[in-house]
Nanobody, 120 residues
Framework: QVQLVESGGGLVQPGGSLRLSCAASGSIFSIYTMGWYRQAPGKQREYVASFTSNGGTSYSDSVKGRFTISRDNAKNTVSLQMINLKPEDTALYYC??????????????WGQGTQVTVSS
């Protein structure tokens, strides 16, 4: 059973910073990509950032230059450093991982989400 667990969310003032982390655990054979999505109240889930299949990084235009994604392959973790946060960054942030369990098919897994609220 594969699990993704996010942490690091919270309440922060505009202009502040937060660091989100996500750890993948369980029976994992190989992780292809990991990334972050978010969903604000009343809106659809949207892409935030991820690692590409060749190991590069990709960001949505709304967070480019403010968010940085990083990864620790040895620990199966992915982090999202967020600076200069804006009220419009308020959302439930989800981690996902495209991976293969031993003997199983390649599949995308999702965490339960961590809340980020940017407000004064």
């Amino acid at each position: 059973q594969v699990q993704l667990v996010e942490s690091g969310g919270g309440l922060v003032q505009p202009g502040g910073s937060l660091r989100l982390s996500c750890a993948a655990s369980g029976s994992i054979f190989s992780i292809y990509t990991m990334g972050w999505y978010r969903q604000a109240p009343g809106k659809q889930r949207e892409y935030v950032a991820s690692f590409t299949s060749n190991g590069g990084t990709s960001y949505s235009d709304s967070v480019k230059g403010r968010f940085t994604i990083s990864r620790d392959n040895a620990k199966n973790t992915v982090s999202l450093q967020m600076i200069n946060l804006k009220p419009e960054d308020t959302a439930l942030y989800y981690c996902n991982a495209d991976l293969r369990a031993p003997g199983g098919p390649r599949k995308v897994y999702w965490g339960q989400g961590t809340q980020v609220t940017v407000s004064s």
